[in-house]
């Protein structure tokens, strides 16, 4: 029924009968090989494309070897030491990993390091410390006692983070790579020479899997070998003395370590970024931007494609950033871990083709004894599904060990059908864009645009306690029939909001980047979206969205959300929260308690106008407001699920007074969903869940029709 | 067995034959009339004394109709106004009550109100608003659209907040109390003078009850006549023109309207008070001392007793304060909460004794058919009993309607065994003082010692969601062994801290008073403290101790504590949260899941010396931790609860390093305590719960004794 291909397996020596087999079964066409395997001629001649693996800054260990002096760094903060007399020892690589960090004393450490007082953020002058090499210890000369002191220290990365991450995972008993930087242009001209070297050594590679350019993403590992701080979107490991020198010629002022290592929040995501660390981004992002093309063009000389991983040593080649297009990549690569992260991949621009890499990885944490890898493929499947069918990745993939996939055969059944179904989406499709709603959706946060569908993240698709509740939005989202833009506030401070917005959605915890913090506090920022919203515009809050305590308000759009949340100082004043006895049109397909994953206490309304839909202990949960001509919804939390996709649909519907719009394409049961390819003339109905399902589809003519799915099911039919 | 005394009736016409039964069964000494009852010279006779009621600044309506200038005033905000134009009507009554308050533009408006931009916080020029009498509402002629607005406004009161209260709760048919202000002279003169009248008038009156002074505290009703803002500690209803005017010239500068409304928080207690409300507070404390003295010299020359009801009208006659002392009163009484409410009167100095006024009061609300009046005053005695046994009052009394008391006899049964009990604890213990712990405790906050026992307190014993896991430090600690204080930021700071102190506490959510905000901030604070722990001390944090963002904490004593709170900047940063597997000395009496009551989420140890005692999903509720040679603890809440109270006893003992001295009167039952009075050489083990008990005392020579305690029962021992 369906053709062959879009489909890349990863092999590896001496299984090349089996890899015939599941090339077949597959359908794949083309082979890869991932990090500590290699293709036999014989592999490589089964496929139509061959991928290798290409790591820039970590591929030559004899070049990194006899240039130590030019390898890659961090800036690191000690641990902070409390001063309990008046001078301090602070032992600065205290919890950090000696076999892949250490102090850089080449470059001058008066110049390159800092010595802070945190007690009162005052920088301790430089000839008020000194650093005893043997013991790597700091002392504070005249410290003031009690109070806490920190370094930042430049350190070289003895041991990169991605390689050694999967030779600890794997257990492996290589070399420990050294990542070498480019910045220096010895290494630069190197890095050039040896991938032309490489080219010429790798005829019959068709696609340069570039794993990936120049700069890990911020990886540090502790005492115990074990993840110490994460941040797949740091910049962590592009700072080296050369590049700051280079900054400051360019951008015309000194950034300083605390402008990296930022108070110990080392610019996380979630910190509303500095001038100074955007300017940073911005610079590097130059840099390394201008390098790639530089190698692309090479590769491309060389008459093979260039497909980067979205991941590993990707700092910089932001795909949605100002710089990428530049780059002139053929494909963008990267794993898929949910909705999110397909989104992620899938809306990358300015390539030919996206692909995904699913899981679970043929890595043995999965793939052993008692392990159930058929289960992780269907959930990842399954959330990845919906968004492939609003905006799809054009091929998909595995990685890690085939030889551990082949042991379950349960799994390699499952990825058949999954490759089938795949390739169907794009036969039925035919490549056309699915139905949307007739207005967009944007996300507004500090960072907008530049790092869609990259907010309430930490590191790639991993669960944490503090975001979930927030990025079930985004995973909702991934996979409803809305065209979704992420904006800054500086969007809407200079260019105001688009005509097209239908509903604006701020979702975080107070002072994140995600809620915006003092963002709030700017009265063009505050005032342009109030009046969008008085002109008819929608609005969604969820958990602390607004929020800045500021001349007696915390939520600052409490007039536009008709709630506020207590923080304390207005307990004195009596709150009457009434929960609207009319079922909204929000609520009309809940009848269970909502899920608002860790939820929001103490928010409560207004005003009496407010209609109050949910309440926990008390507290507001849902509120949903008029506002002039437009209308906001509040919401406590919203983790991904079912239930929560559809209230989120009806809550986008009503805040943007569409709600006659909703039930195109839309479907009964809320474990069900249906995508429409009007110029295919094709829709989908697909079943989330893993039961039978029964479900109505309204057409977009309002007409109906009644279908049974199977569990995980799917069914293609024409307009 | 007992003598009788000590309790006070409230008595009431007509019901001669049946008080006098009472009297006996009750033991009672005195009798009293209240807000709406008179006394007989029948039922006069029948008691050793004679209380009655007194307002100073209602008790005469004559006057009060007649001199309608010199009514107390309120500074209110309006509600805030979003600007939908270039110019914004604001509706300055909107949600009060106009039988309550009412504009006064008597004093000239652009002088005495204010209009704010709360968008940029920004003052209006009073040319830039003007105001429409009739309607009642302020224009702002030129505003900035979008921006909220705001008046602040002087607005006379009508009606005696707390008349309007018994007035609207026992559904009265009355005139409306209209208070005066004993700031005009005129009124000043009449008070003192219709003092001595209504003395002369009431030969038979032992005691005069003052309820109270001059100043309500802050109570303001809504349009729907329901409570819409209550600061039991307020000095809302202190402010007038004249004082103003008075205290520029005292203090040297002037207070604005913003003063007051403090962007609507109205200086609550949980806000870090301002300079300019602390001296505002002095200032009328001053007034209002040396005026309540005068009055109490007159009453002293009548020969009666002054005793003062601790509410009502008490704003600036705080008994912790400065100038409480000058006032002279022969005693304080106040209504009976809980242990916390009870300490707050027994504890009051400078009176020759307390009176606690117990629950239920007799009104319609308790005393109803269904009702179950037992049930209120056995839970009321049983948290105030272990308060008296720590630190007595010397009367106790009720308070309400009689005639509905005695519809009900098995209260009037348990009223008897109750006042039985009170006085054989003054008989057993012959008056001297319990047992204490050989150190202080000290609860730390931004009030410090002014407010004593009034911590976490909104609105008399009322509970709050975001109060009760707080206050159970309090209600434990009411009954406790432990002399305790409370001590200010400032207090450390310019007297470092007291040798007897033991174990400082500071609770509270981050950023009020209680938790402190950016009084931990200041080094000198910071470094006290630690230096003080280091050397011995022991430190208590609850919730979100020390708490003010700054330098990358958040806890700003995360060094003592051992723990930090994320608050989201710190997402990237891995945390490794590591039960402690030893049972711990504050854990051994320990065996269900621990009640934190609203908890905390999201502390996480910061070090590995850190011992996690408790965690809550991954979160951690209590940790322990050494730091020099002193030790902290950290807990996530600790509503009441017996088992909360033990919990915090162990903690106590463990901070301050002295678990050795931990079972001394101490109890093996956690539903029993045990007060000893050394110097009466007695002991008194009592038990809090409603089922019988079984537990073992712990003497001071170490000997044991096995005791069974009927449900809510006592018994005395000799030593």
């Known amino acids: 029924m369906n053709d062959k291909g879009r489909v890349t397996l990863p092999a590896e020596e001496g299984l090349e009968s089996e890899i015939a087999t599941i090339i077949d079964r597959w359908g794949a066409d083309a082979v890869r090989d991932s ?36 390898r890659q760094h961090f800036y690191l903060m000690s641990e902070p030491v409390t001063a309990r007399a008046n001078h301090v020892d602070i032992p600065i690589m205290t919890g950090y990993f000696d076999q892949q960090v250490s102090p850089d004393t080449d470059h001058d450490i008066k110049t390159w390091w800092e010595v802070i007082d945190r007690t009162t953020g005052e920088t301790v002058a430089p000839e008020q410390w000194t650093y005893e090499q043997d013991a790597k210890v700091v002392t504070v000369l005249e410290a003031n006692k009690w109070h806490i002191y ?46 032309k070297k490489w080219l010429d050594e790798h005829e019959d590679t068709n696609v340069v899997r570039i794993t990936t350019f120049f700069y890990n993403f911020t990886l540090v590992f502790n005492d115990a070998a074990q993840q110490k701080y994460v941040d797949w979107f740091g910049y962590g490991a592009t700072v080296s003395p050369l590049a700051l020198q280079a900054f400051e010629k360019e951008k015309g002022y000194k950034l300083h370590p605390e402008d990296f290592v930022d108070e110990g929040y080392y610019n996380s995501p979630f910190r509303t970024p500095s001038t100074a660390f955007l300017d940073w981004i911005d610079f590097q992002q130059r840099f390394i931007s201008e390098l790639a093309k530089e190698c692309v063009d090479i590769i491309h000389d060389y008459g093979k494609e260039a497909m980067m991983f979205l991941g590993d040593h990707w700092a910089g080649t932001e795909p949605y950033g100002k710089y990428f297009k530049n780059i002139g990549l053929d494909a963008v690569v990267g794993s898929v871990g949910d909705g999110v992260t397909l989104r992620m991949i899938s809306d990358v621009p300015h390539v030919k083709y996206t692909e995904g890499r699913f899981l679970p990885y043929f890595f043995p944490d999965t793939f052993k004894e008692g392990g159930n890898p058929v289960e992780e493929a269907n959930q990842n499947w399954l959330q990845a599904r919906r968004a492939i069918l609003q905006s799809p990745i054009q ?53 907008g645009g530049t790092r869609k569908w990259m907010s309430h993240h930490v590191h790639h698709a991993i669960w944490y306690k503090q975001c979930y509740s927030y990025y079930g939005i985004l995973e909702s989202l991934s996979g409803m029939p809305f065209d979704v833009e992420f904006i800054s506030f500086d969007d809407i401070k200079n260019n105001g909001i688009s005509d097209d917005i239908g509903v604006i959605i701020n979702a975080g915890d107070a002072y994140t980047s995600w809620s915006g ?41 409490s007039d536009v959300l008709g709630v506020q949340k207590e923080i304390g100082f207005s307990l004195n004043t009596d709150k009457y929260n009434s929960l609207s006895h009319e079922k909204h049109f929000i609520l009309e397909e809940n009848d269970n308690p909502i899920d608002f994953g860790e939820g ?3 928010v409560y309304q207004t005003n009496q106008d ?3 839909l949910d309440m926990v202990d008390s507290d507001v949960t849902i509120a949903a407001n008029q ?15 079912p239930e929560n996709t559809r209230l989120l649909l009806r809550a986008i519907y009503w805040v943007a007074s569409k709600e006659s719009l909703m039930k195109k394409w839309y479907t009964s049961n809320v474990q069900t969903e249906c995508v429409a390819y009007p110029e295919a003339h094709s829709f989908v109905a697909i079943n989330n869940s893993y039961d039978i399902q029964q479900t109505t589809v309204w057409k977009e003519d309002g007409t109906t029709v009644e279908i049974t799915l199977e569990p995980m099911g799917y069914e293609w039919f024409e307009i």
Chains 1, 2 share one sequence.
């Open 35 to 70: 990090d500590g395997t290699k293709l036999t001629p014989e592999v490589k001649n089964m496929a139509n494309k061959v991928y290798s693996k290409y790591f820039f800054t970590r591929g030559d260990q004899e070049w990194a070897k006899a240039n130590l002096d030019e």
């Open 395 to 447: 091929r998909m993939g595995y990685g890690g060990y085939l030889s551990l996939a082949l042991k379950f055969p349960d799994f390699v059944d499952r990825v058949e059908e999954i490759t089938n179904e795949f390739r169907q989406i794009h036969l039925k499709s035919k490549e056309t864009s699915s139905y949307k709603a007739p207005f967009k959706i944007a996300i507004l946060n500090s960072w």
């Open 517 to 557: 913090g003092e963002a709030w506090l700017d009265q063009k920022v505050v005032s342009t979206i109030k009046e969008w919203i008085d002109q008819g515009g929608g609005f969604i809050g969820v958990g602390e969205p607004t929020a800045c305590e500021f001349q007696g308000r915390f939520f600052q759009l």
């Open 610 to 612: 407010t209609m109050v």
């Open 627 to 641: 506002f002039g001509s437009g209308r906001s919804v509040y919401l406590a939390g919203l983790p991904f699920s």
């Open 150 to 195: 920190t370094v930042s220290f430049l350190a070289y990365q003895l041991w990169d983070p991605v390689h050694m991450y999967n030779h600890v995972t794997n257990k492996w008993d290589t070399e420990h790579h050294i990542p070498y930087d480019p910045r220096y242009p010895k290494t630069r001209k190197h890095i050039i020479k040896h991938l």
């Open 600 to 602: 929001m206490k103490y």
